[in-house]
């Protein structure tokens, strides 16, 4: 009765991002490879029943849904190395998973790959305070590293609303970001090493402690690769030492547009505080409900914006942004007053994709545009679900330009699933068209692959798949995901 | 999410009931990162998500539950550290719930798992033969080394390694009348003590209190056999506050231990018959409250309204009966207790599941302890569950007991002086591994106010001198 791929398109809405179809041979051989990984990882490792391989079939971009032909959880990098060696020389597809938080279906397996699962893997292996480093296995959680290392007065910037739950694997395949990113960077400026395992078993290191890497930025280029590169299975980041302080405020505003146009004027004038983060009213109703951080529930629009450093230095700041913010008819200022209060209000933020739940299902879309486009891209935004008579809530990291539209729907009726994914499509090449781009921090995975063209051209896919296929020359890792299905070589 | 019921399954209400929890889920995988057994064993099928994804397959095909499913089914502690992280409000708790009964009517389990679950529920809900089980485990004790070595006999020796070494405590018999310390100099409302109240009144007697201060105390089955000084020190701390304690005969197990099990049909018995007794006594004269000293067994009580919400003979005194329930705690917040002066002792307080995760039961305790003297410390990971988790220690030796390390391990890095906690089971399961004394809350907050020391801390000079 559940199908296995995706809704049916029906009514006015756009086709159902197709999977590679399945390699028959490879599924002929299921038995046979599942013995051969039995061996190859420590007991309990493969997942093989049929009905435990369904929870497998998604991730947090649940529209789409395909169950793996096994699943392998290794517990150490020579096990990694082992599977890899092993799926190549069979010819068997691989996707790397972490905690399966994905919004664009990187994580989403097809039907003849192995999903190779990190969970396993989630020691922190090393904390070096001297150099502000620690090495931690890819199946470690974003927050837990923080969390180590928090009554050292350090922390792990990059932080995705989903850090409670997201491992490092995963931020570095689509170079996660997150509201801090806004000064300290994303995954990219704040990873220093990774161990890879290629697609044939080789082991390789790739940068260390340090912070360049000899010959070309190797780094650079496995950080957003999606999985299709190599699989991470340890990587050496950055810590930072915490501030003296650090205050979120609440700016109120009657529109979205003017709040809008209060970041990008932030950003002109040069501030940067440690993050801008924006709410619409549907935004703020839904948080509230589940994080009752006191946001303001009067207000059309609301940005989060933090400050931080010595009292002197948030109160300059604050005062600059608030003097913007009253150009732009900020209605209410509040300032949180305690340590507690602050941690409601970034709760609330954090979780705003999952409390969006508790009214409908939605699907989040990713595009980033630059800053004077905000209230233009906003607006239109509102107009196009308007259009396919859907309700939209917008939270997102205003500060980098970095929207994320929630598409609200009804996951049970297929024709407006389509819908959605019908209007997302649109928000995301609106978004090109505005001088951004598809994906701020989410990778273009399965949703967005189809996409590519409206971004890039003929001769930029081919030169991005030319790079991919120096690594894998098979198409084996991840084969599904990032580069539209026609026109791969053959 | 979307889902895949026919206009046949939705017309069944518990399936209908089901569904509407499985179309909150977004799939988010927040659950996953503070569920004890997904941090645990790194698998996504002993995850919530994964267990949802596995109940949902089984309920929308109607499919018997299979050996694999069971397994990571039987694994779900039901500490509900998810329902707290969840964002968008899946109501876990009644989900695995009907899935637990959906696997007792639609699965032969093997026959020694079938005689163990047979065997604990035909015991701990009964305190006559649980005590004599208990005596039982103590000459049996020697043999546990040899269950261990047999797979399908590990259950009875975590049950032999669980029964309590000594005798269990008896009540402590005197009732002190020891007035409370008198530093209520800012309290809000005058404390009535010092007139010697008795430890439990008469129904009769109990008529003659004013009806806001009459409450009954679950007396429950499995704690008062392993630890009668926590209910007298409960009854000695209301009697100070003038609160009346109204006996009602006959209550017994709330049924808790066989509905974790999927036994409903019996733990709905239980419900039932507590619902009759609480029932008439309310129509007898009123009750205020119904307090709960076992976390685990309060979650239940106040889900009674849930648990027979389609028995219309019952539906609505369950749900009167669920309004009264309270945990000690919670009530005691409420009394206006003086604050003391410090006692120069440090309590790790370990929050049990069934408090912060079921009833949301959170700053109450802490308050409590910080009030009457107590240097509170909070260990880290507060959020996972020890492992107890009612018969869990006893079903997943082996997992409950990697649990009961990593908590232990986490209270002893306080350094505190003592553990306290608001659930029997917690207590004897973090008492097993630790050489810390474990006590409750209210039996720390019995001895603040007047009461003797706690039996398990009576043994050491330094807390007889800190009395």
Not at chain 2, 67 to 91: F, I, K, M, Q, W
Request: aromatic share 6%.
């Amino acid at each position: 009765m559940s199908n296995a791929t995706s809704h049916a398109a029906e009514g006015p809405g756009c086709a159902p991002i197709a999977f590679l179809p399945p390699r028959p041979d490879v599924l002929a051989r299921r038995d046979e490879i599942m013995a051969a990984l039995t061996e190859l990882v420590s007991a309990g490792g493969v997942v093989r029943a049929p009905l435990a391989l369904k929870p497998f079939e998604t991730d947090a971009f649940v529209a789409y849904r395909q169950p793996p032909l096994a699943v392998v959880l290794p517990q150490t990098t020579a096990e990694v190395s082992a599977v890899l060696a092993y799926c190549h020389s069979a010819r068997v597809p691989v996707v790397a998973r972490g905690a399966g938080t994905s919004l664009s279906g990187g994580a989403i397996p097809q039907a003849d790959a192995v999903v190779l699962g990190l969970s396993r893997m989630n020691r922190i292996l090393e904390i070096d305070l001297e150099n502000r480093t620690a090495r931690v296995e890819a199946g470690v959680t974003n927050l837990s590293i923080s969390e180590k290392v928090a009554a050292q007065g350090f922390f792990y910037a990059p932080d995705p609303s989903s850090q409670l739950a997201c491992t490092i694997g995963g931020n570095i395949a689509m170079n996660s970001g997150g509201a801090h990113c806004l000064k300290y960077g994303v995954t990219t400026n704040n990873l220093l090493g990774v161990t890879l395992v290629l697609i044939d078993g080789t082991v390789v290191t790739l940068g260390g402690k340090h912070l360049d890497a000899g010959g070309y930025d190797l780094l650079g280029l496995v950080c957003g690769a999606e999985g299709q590169l190599g699989v991470v299975t340890e990587a050496v980041v950055r810590l930072i030492a915490r501030p003296e302080g650090a205050r979120p405020v609440l700016f109120g505003f009657d529109s979205s547009e003017e709040a809008g146009a209060c970041v990008a004027d932030i950003i002109a004038a040069g501030i940067i505080p440690v993050a801008i983060e924006f709410m619409d009213r549907p935004a703020i109703a839904i948080c509230e409900a589940f994080a009752k951080a006191g946001y303001p529930l009067d207000v059309a629009a609301l940005l989060i914006v933090e400050v931080e450093g010595a009292e002197a230095e948030m109160a300059a700041m604050l005062a600059e942004i608030v003097t913007i913010a009253r150009r732009h008819g900020v209605r209410t200022v509040r300032e949180s007053q305690s340590a507690t209060e602050a941690a409601l209000i970034w709760k609330g933020r954090k979780s705003a994709f999952g409390a969006t739940g508790r009214i409908a299902d939605y699907i989040c879309m990713d595009g980033t545009v630059p800053l004077s486009q905000l209230p233009y891209v906003l607006k239109r935004t509102g107009e196009i679900c308007a259009g396919f008579g859907l309700e939209v809530a917008n939270v997102f990291h205003a500060g980098d330009g970095n929207m994320h539209p929630l598409i609200l729907f009804n996951a049970n009726d297929p024709a407006e699933a389509a819908k959605a994914e019908a209007a997302g499509n649109e928000i995301l090449k609106l978004c090109v068209e505005a001088g951004g781009c598809l994906t701020g921090e989410h990778g273009v995975g399965l949703e967005k692959r189809d996409l590519m063209r409206f971004q890039y051209s003929e001769a930029e896919l081919a030169q991005q798949m030319a790079v991919r296929a120096a690594f894998d020359p098979l198409w084996l890792l991840n084969p599904s995901k990032v580069f539209p299905l026609e026109g791969r070589p053959a | 999410m979307q889902t895949f019921f026919t206009p046949a399954q939705r017309a069944d209400p518990a399936l209908a009931e089901s569904e509407a929890i499985l179309r909150r889920c977004v799939h988010c995988g927040f659950c996953t990162a503070t569920c004890p057994t997904y941090v645990t064993l790194g698998n996504e099928l002993d995850s919530p998500r994964g267990r949802i994804y596995l109940i949902k397959d089984m309920l929308e095909n109607d499919r018997p539950a299979t050996a694999e499913v069971v397994t990571h089914l039987d694994r779900c502690l039901s500490c509900l550290a998810c329902t707290t992280t969840c964002p968008s409000g899946v109501d876990y708790m009644h989900l695995i719930d009907h899935a637990r009964m959906h696997v007792e009517k639609t699965y032969a389990r093997p026959l020694p798992d079938r005689a163990i679950r047979a065997l604990l529920a035909r015991i701990l809900p009964y305190p006559a033969r649980f005590r004599l089980a208990l005596s039982l485990a103590r000459i049996g004790r020697p043999l546990a080394p040899l269950f261990e070595r047999i797979a399908p006999l590990r259950p009875l020796a975590a049950m032999l390694r669980l029964a309590p070494k000594g005798r269990p405590a008896a009540a402590p018999s005197d009732v002190s009348a020891k007035p409370l310390a008198s530093s209520a100099a800012g309290s809000k409302r005058a404390i009535p003590y010092g007139n010697s109240t008795p430890a439990s009144l008469s129904a009769a007697g109990a008529e003659a209190a004013p009806p806001a201060r009459r409450v009954a105390i679950l007396r429950g089955c499995a704690q008062r056999v392993l630890d009668p000084g926590i209910d007298a020190a409960a009854r000695r701390l209301l009697s100070r506050l003038g609160i009346a304690l109204v006996d009602v005969p006959g209550e017994g197990c709330c049924g808790a231990l066989v509905h974790h099990m999927g036994r409903e049909e019996e733990a709905l018995g239980f419900a039932r018959r507590n619902v009759d007794l609480w029932t008439a006594r309310i129509a007898a004269g009123g009750l205020d409250a119904i307090l709960v000293t076992t976390s685990g067994c309060g979650t239940t009580l106040k889900d009674y309204g849930h648990m027979l919400k389609r028995d219309p003979a019952y539906a609505e005194k369950a749900a009167r009966v669920s309004a009264l329930a309270r945990d000690i705690t919670e009530y005691l917040a409420e009394c206006d207790l003086p604050a003391l002066p410090a006692r120069g002792l440090t309590v790790a307080y370990h929050a049990a599941c069934s408090l912060q995760h079921w009833q949301k039961v959170t700053l109450a305790p802490k308050r409590l302890l910080a009030a009457a003297g107590f240097s509170v410390r909070e260990p880290a990971e507060g959020h996972l569950c020890c492992g107890s988790a009612g018969t869990y220690n006893i079903l997943q030796p082996e997992i409950s007991a990697a649990l009961q390390a990593r908590k232990v391990s986490n209270i002893e890095a306080t350094r505190a002086d003592l553990v306290c906690a608001g659930n029997i089971g917690c207590l004897t399961q973090i008492g097993a591994a630790t050489s810390l004394p474990v006590v409750h809350t209210v039996e720390l907050l019995d001895w603040a106010y007047g009461g003797p020391v706690p039996a398990r801390l009576a043994a050491s000079a330094r807390f007889a001198a800190a009395e």
